[in-house]
C-alpha cells in the first residue's frame, strides 16, 4: 500500500490506510508470529483492480471518497507468505490548498496460525506536495476469531512499494 500521496492530492485523495487499516492496511498473524505475541509485522501491497477509477483531474474536496485494497504479506520477500488482506474507504473531511484530512477505516481479514478480521480506523493528514506520505498511526477498534475483542494500534509506515505494518495489540 505504497501510496502515492500527489497522485492522491489528484485523486480525490488515496491513502492509505488503512487501515489500514487496515491497516493497516492487516494480518493474522503469519508465521512471524511467535505464540500470540501481540506485536507483529506484515506488509500490505496495493492491489489495482480492471476497475480503477480515472485520474482525477482536481484536488480533492470535502465530500469526497475512494476506496482501496491491499494484501498482507510475511516479509517484502518476492516469495513470501501472504497473511491476509484488507479492504477500506476514505472520505476526505478537510481542505486546504496544500492538501486535507480524511478519515479512513478499513477491514484486516488475517490468515496464519490465527485467524480473523481487524478493524481499524484513523484520520489521516495528507499534502498534495508530498510523493509519500508520512507514517501514521491506526487505531485498532475491535476483531472477530482469535481477534476478538481486539485493541490497540498499527503503526503505518511507507516502504517502498509496500506499507510497513507494526501491530501493538493490547494483552
Given at each position: ?17 488503512a ?10 498473524a ?48 518476492q ?34 496460525d490465527?485467524?480473523?478480521q ?54
Amino acid at each position: 500500500m505504497s501510496r502515492d500521496f500527489t497522485r492522491m492530492g489528484a485523486l480525490g485523495a488515496a491513502v492509505v490506510a488503512a487501515v489500514a487499516f487496515g491497516a493497516a492496511p492487516i494480518a493474522a498473524a503469519a508465521p512471524a508470529q511467535p505464540d500470540g505475541d501481540p506485536d507483529f509485522t506484515l506488509y500490505a501491497k496495493e492491489v489495482t483492480g480492471d476497475d480503477a477509477e480515472p485520474e482525477p483531474t482536481e484536488p480533492p474536496k470535502a465530500g469526497d471518497s475512494f476506496t482501496f485494497a491491499d494484501d498482507f504479506f510475511t516479509s517484502k520477500d518476492q516469495d513470501a507468505e501472504r497473511a491476509g488482506r484488507e479492504g477500506g474507504v476514505c472520505n476526505v473531511v478537510r481542505t486546504s490548498e496544500q492538501g486535507g484530512e480524511m478519515m479512513c477505516v478499513a477491514t484486516m481479514v488475517l490468515t496464519g496460525d490465527r485467524g480473523g478480521q481487524l478493524t481499524g480506523q484513523t484520520l489521516l493528514t495528507y499534502s498534495l506536495a508530498e510523493e509519500e506520505g508520512p507514517a501514521f498511526d491506526i487505531a485498532i477498534t475491535g476483531g472477530t476469531g482469535d481477534f476478538a475483542d481486539a485493541r490497540g494500534e498499527v503503526r503505518a509506515v511507507p516502504d517502498g512499494e509496500f506499507q510497513r505494518f507494526e501491530f501493538h495489540l493490547a494483552d
